[in-house]
């Protein structure tokens, strides 16, 4: 049986950086952008193993301020992943206007379904909010700190969850989310910071073998698992077409 790659769901990547040494890390991965500024910079880019979302990080004033509808409309016709997007309550960017951006991008993913890693920190219940206010599909809410009872909400609401290394002790929040609603990511530089060794983006190693230990699993049997809910929410969000031919080659390969 041949092992499936590492799949890093959210983790943020030099724009500038080669091609090729983004296949020496021997990972899939979800490659955050924070700005529509930063998303034109590697729109064109073709890069067979790494999805480039489209973002507008609610942390940040510049990307929340040139945020608009018409450019990004215009740019998720180039991907089929949208991140990093979300609401921030330690944010410096006024709630009101982050609320007004995450309703644009929510609205438009409404008309054009993709794969969307949302930002949560500080803000668990408005971001549930407005995923009731404007359901879409392919969820994932990525580093997802709220309570039990919230994260029972998420999970109703067909949300996915990707988990860093930064997550692992979180006992009350691992213990409501269901296995197949389970993906991992690094969040580099930012999730893995106290990872041993070389921290890099697709180094989702210690995410497998903590989540494994959890269920009761093999290390290997959790990476299919991760790669099975992967599978699930492509359909759900109907990106499969969008995808690029590694992604589709391995989904056939290794989710069951």
Not at 167 to 172: F, G, I, L, N
Request: hydrophobic share 35%; charged share 25%; net charge neutral.
């Amino acid at each position: 049986m041949r092992v499936p790659p590492p799949l890093d769901t959210h983790a943020h990547v030099d724009p500038g950086i080669d091609g090729a040494e983004l296949r020496k890390l021997g990972a899939f991965i979800f490659a955050m952008t924070r700005s529509l500024d930063e998303f034109e910079t590697v729109r064109s880019r073709s890069d067979l193993r790494t999805l480039w979302g489209v973002g507008v990080h609610p942390g940040l004033v510049r990307a929340q301020t040139a945020f608009t509808v018409e450019r990004f409309r215009q740019h998720i016709q180039d991907t089929p992943l949208v991140g990093e997007v979300g609401l921030d309550g330690s944010s410096r960017v006024p709630i009101e206007l982050q609320t007004a951006t995450f309703r644009h991008v929510l609205e438009e993913l409404q008309r054009h379904p993709r794969i969307v890693s949302v930002h949560s920190s500080g803000a668990h219940l408005r971001v549930l909010r407005e995923l009731h206010r404007t359901p879409v599909e392919g969820v994932i809410l990525h580093w997802w700190t709220g309570g039990a009872e919230a994260t029972e909400e998420a999970v109703r609401l067909g949300c996915y969850f990707s988990l860093p290394p930064a997550m692992m002790s979180a006992d009350e929040t691992l213990s409501v989310i269901p296995p197949d609603r389970i993906l991992s990511e690094t969040d580099h530089p930012y999730g893995d910071r106290r990872v041993p060794g070389r921290r890099q983006p697709g180094g989702t190693s210690e995410v497998e073998q903590c989540t494994a230990q959890r269920f009761g699993v093999d290390k290997l049997s959790q990476r299919f698992s991760f790669w099975d809910n992967f599978a699930r929410l492509v359909q759900q969000a109907g990106v499969r077409d969008r995808l690029g031919s590694e992604w589709r080659d391995v989904l056939d390969r290794h989710s069951r």
